[in-house]
Nanobody
Framework: QVQLVESGGGSVQPGGSLKLSCAAS????????INWYRQAPGKERELVAA????????TYADSVKGRFTISRDNAKNTAYLQMSSLKPEDTAVYYC???????????WGQGTQVTVSS
């Protein structure tokens, strides 16, 4: 059974930090690039960060550059999103996505809520 399970969300004050985890099972994790998306109420889902299969390349949305860091541990079938200097506008549900570009396939997690508020 394929699963992507996010964890680590919660409530934090502006300027705080959170580390999200995305644990994968039921498929070959190292064959998939990992993307973190977020969706705020009333807004479209947006790509926040992406990491290639072996973690050699990462990309970030301009809004999070310098504050968020995406990483992965293929031995643990887990990806991470370290979020620092959080702002109220980072409040959203964060989703982990596993994407395979050859023989295209996507898996999604259920999402984890991040709330940044004083």
């Amino acid at each position: 059974q394929v699963q992507l399970v996010e964890s680590g969300g919660g409530s934090v004050q502006p300027g705080g930090s959170l580390k999200l985890s995305c644990a994968a099972s039921g498929f070959t994790f190292s064959n998939y690039a990992i993307n973190w998306y977020r969706q705020a109420p009333g807004k479209e889902r947006e790509l926040v960060a992406a990491i290639t299969i072996f973690g050699t390349s990462t990309t970030y949305a301009d809004s999070v550059k310098g504050r968020f860091t995406i990483s992965r541990d293929n031995a643990k079938n887990t990806a991470y999103l370290q979020m620092s200097s959080l702002k109220p506008e980072d409040t959203a549900v964060y989703y982990c996505n596993a994407h395979r570009s050859w023989a295209p396939r996507d898996y999604w997690g259920q999402g984890t809520q991040v709330t940044v508020s004083s």
